[in-house]
């Protein structure tokens, strides 16, 4: 066994363990950076770039439905052929993938170990590769290992059906029938991209909404939205039965035979693969240890977790932020705490579906304004889709004060990161009515919708979106 001594251990070289490394090699400490592989990370090989891959290629197929109403003869003529098309999908995640996996490479050089980490004590780890061994020293830890697919027990028996998220991009060619179990963002999103591509698909999920939405008008216009691609069975428990030939889905009075299930039902976190309580860690019911979500710093130690090991904010721009965090503290001896950036979450179902902000469950509704805008009024998103759309954009009732918003809609991905940085910059209603808006846009239904709540509001004497001169 080969003994190391460094200053920062990092165990996990996704998105957080890169950006922890970044920040370790600045403050140009000793490090080792371990991974037990597959190297690339989970946006790159498995989640947000595929996906959105798969939904493009699932876009362009179904724009020609649109495009007879233009005038465009022949479309009937059109084929798809699957296979080829997933093969185009699965080229574009090989590209991303390995060009992730390079960068872990070249950023740690000759101090990237492969290997499957454990803790020993609090600092001390254990490295098993598939021909070395190590035990190494570190004055700091990182803990960045990811999350993997929660794939519950009673799913055993049907283990030949199966696909998880994580394994979806691995499929040679796809299913002629797909069951989704779990209709949050990532399943409606595979879902609606596996349907478009001409998968028959229906889907099940115990929650009586979709996409994980909580403002309720937002989650009704997204079930009107959907539920027209394919079967959605929501608020029953759903299970497997075996038949002669696939699987069968149930859910409630409803049941159809698939060739294969897709498993979308959350992620758990790796950390249960440390060893981490008989290292000395005191655990909580979920096997995490108690952290500061604005240092990343675990109670008592110096070691720091980052990413989807911590099961808080489990994105990819929220992963790099707690990985920066989590580096820059593990070469000091007092931890720095941050402020945690807005709270945003897209899914790219088109219409897209957004969260920004302080979400509608968690407001006090007599506190706060609420102001509303819709896509049929809306003269872009009128050009763009037929769909209805709407926007909400909650404000506080005395300040005027952004505080946050859903929507569905089509291009909301940019109401999206329109209105994140208004609520970052604390601008309120009448701030955000000062911001020219071009017309036709879809940001216009932010104008709208803050005109909405600035109606509510105490009287001005000058016109809305109009800042008088000193």
């Known amino acids: 066994m080969k003994t190391l001594q460094v200053d920062v251990a990092i165990i996990g070289a996704g998105t957080a363990g890169l950006y922890a490394l970044r920040e370790v090699k600045r403050a140009k400490k000793s490090f080792v950076l371990i991974d037990k592989g597959p190297l690339g990370t989970t946006c790159a090989r498995v989640g947000c770039m595929p996906s959105k891959v798969a939904l493009h290629a699932a876009e362009l197929w179904s724009m020609r439905n649109e495009q007879r109403q233009f005038g465009i003869s022949g479309t009937e003529q059109l084929q798809i052929d699957r296979n080829k098309a997933w093969d185009k999908v699965r080229a574009m995640r090989d590209g991303f993938a390995d060009g992730a996996a390079s960068n872990a490479i070249k950023s740690a050089g000759e101090h990237l170990i492969m290997g499957k980490a454990r803790f020993l004590e609090p600092t001390v780890l254990a490295v098993e590769g598939e021909d070395e061994a190590w035990r190494i020293d570190a ?3 990182v803990i960045a290992v990811g999350s993997r697919p929660v794939v519950p027990d009673f799913l055993a028996p049907f283990s030949d059906y199966l696909i998880t998220t994580d394994e979806l991009f691995e499929l040679n060619e796809l299913p002629a029938s797909l069951g989704l179990l779990g209709l949050g963002a990532i399943g409606l999103e595979m879902g609606l991209a596996m349907q478009r591509l001409g998968v028959k698909v229906v889907g099940a999920d115990m929650a009586k909404s979709i996409g994980g939405i909580r403002d309720p008008e937002v989650a009704n216009y997204a079930l009107q ?43 758990r976190s790796n950390i249960d693969h440390l060893n981490l309580a008989e290292a000395g860690f005191k655990l909580d019911e979920n096997g995490l240890p108690a952290f500061d979500v604005n240092t990343s710093q675990v109670e008592g130690h110096p070691v720091y977790l980052a990413g989807d090991v911590n099961a808080d904010r489990t994105l990819m721009h929220e992963a790099a932020a707690e990985g920066a965090a989590a580096g820059f503290n ?25 969260s920004v902000g302080v979400s509608f469950s968690d407001l006090n509704e007599d506190d706060v304004l609420i102001g509303v805008a819709y ?12 769909i209805p759309g709407v926007l909400r954009i909650y404000a506080d009732k005395k300040t005027g004060k952004l505080l946050g918003a859903a929507m569905l809609g089509t291009r909301a991905e940019h109401i999206a990161q329109f209105l994140a940085l208004a609520i970052e910059q604390k601008m309120t209603v009448h701030e955000l009515l000062a911001v020219p808006y071009y017309h036709p846009v879809v940001e216009e239904m932010i104008q709208s919708a803050v005109q909405d709540i600035a109606r509510t509001m105490q009287a001005s004497p000058y016109p809305f979106g109009l800042t008088p001169m000193s």
């Not at 699987?247 to 039902?265: C, I």
């Not at 931890?335 to 219409?351: C, D, E, G, M, N």
Request: aromatic share 6%; net charge positive.
């Open 139 to 141: 004055l700091a830890v």
């Open 225 to 267: 939205a959907f539920s027209e691609n394919f079967p959605m069975w929501l608020g029953e428990p759903a299970r497997l039965e075996k038949v002669e030939e696939g699987v069968q889905l149930v859910s409630g009075g409803n049941k159809t035979t698939v060739d294969k299930v897709l498993v979308a039902l959350g992620r």
């Open 330 to 354: 593990a070469c000091r001896e007092v931890a720095q705490a941050f402020k945690r950036k807005t709270p945003l979450a897209i899914a790219f179902t088109q219409p897209d579906i957004i």
């Open 375 to 386: 896509s049929k009024n809306d003269g872009r998103s009128r050009i763009l889709s037929s």
